[in-house]
């Protein structure tokens, strides 16, 4: 009875987890399906430059978005296989890893392990912003008229009809979308910007004042979803949030949690606040727009400023001489 009992478990979790990914991939459809598809450059891990405006008007597209972590985009692998071997002359199948805890060799020995044939592309942030990225693995299609017809997020029959109607979608003429561009360096001051946050208030990162500032860069995921596939990674988290709840409250500095939008939503982020009872304030990244503008791919990722706004730490993990650095730096 055990057995069954854990087995129906198990299944009802993946449904769970199918629904949500399929919620978060519908979320970015509803801004992105009959519009004109971004007119990119993309780099593949072989150096290869793929022009996806060429394309358009041409031959359909499929970018799968993707990471060696991710348990589904692993369940979908040869599925993706599969595609770009019947794929044909008239569709380009893509590969694009979310570049979010990966690294462009983990990418490589998975692609080895796996056999991948189709090109690779390793986001630095900016494909997965214009293509609205909410979930992996997220599919999109774009039509041979230039323009998306399809997002989603599992590998199914309506994936399969998606890619069958885009090879002969010719509905419009083909339209331009020029994706946002940035100045290809992660900055080094703190912007006079306001954020949002979970209470309603906003957070505005280059206030002028005599303390440091903080910004924690996580997702309330990592401790959970990663425990078995990057279990390194996970206790990092565990250790960072522990760390990060203790010396929030000291007073020295001024702290900002920002979760990524990859799989999170508000009330997971909420609930996540609830259950480890913390008190700094916490921010929805759900465009990845701070991430890509302070170039952060890993979690946890803390940057220090101090107190005129200029950036004096990056740390990915637990530092022990945070603390001392933050007392240092709030007595200047």
Known sequence: MRIVALLLL??????????????????????LVGTPAPRLVLKTIDGQTIDLASYYGKKAVYLKFWAT??????????HLKHVYEQAGSDMEVIAVDVGFDDTIEDVRRYRKEMGLKMPIVFDDGSIGEAFHLRVTPQHVVIGRDGRILYVGHEANEKLNAALLAARTSMQSNVATAVAASDNGSADKQLPDVTV???SGATFRLNAANSQPTVLVFMSPWCETYLAKSRPAVAASCRAVREQVTALSRDGHARWLGIASGLWADQDGLRAYQ??????MPLALDESGALFRRFRVMHVPTLLVFDAHGRLVRRIEGVDAQLADQLNALSAR
Do not use: I
């Open 69 to 78: 972590w991710c348990v589904p985009c692993r369940e979908q692998m040869p």
């Open 10 to 31: 198990m299944l009802f979790s993946a449904q769970v987890l199918a629904e949500t990914g399929e919620q978060h991939a519908q979320a970015a459809a509803r801004g």
């Open 196 to 198: 949002p946050t979970l």
């Open 274 to 279: 609830q259950e480890h009872h913390l008190t």
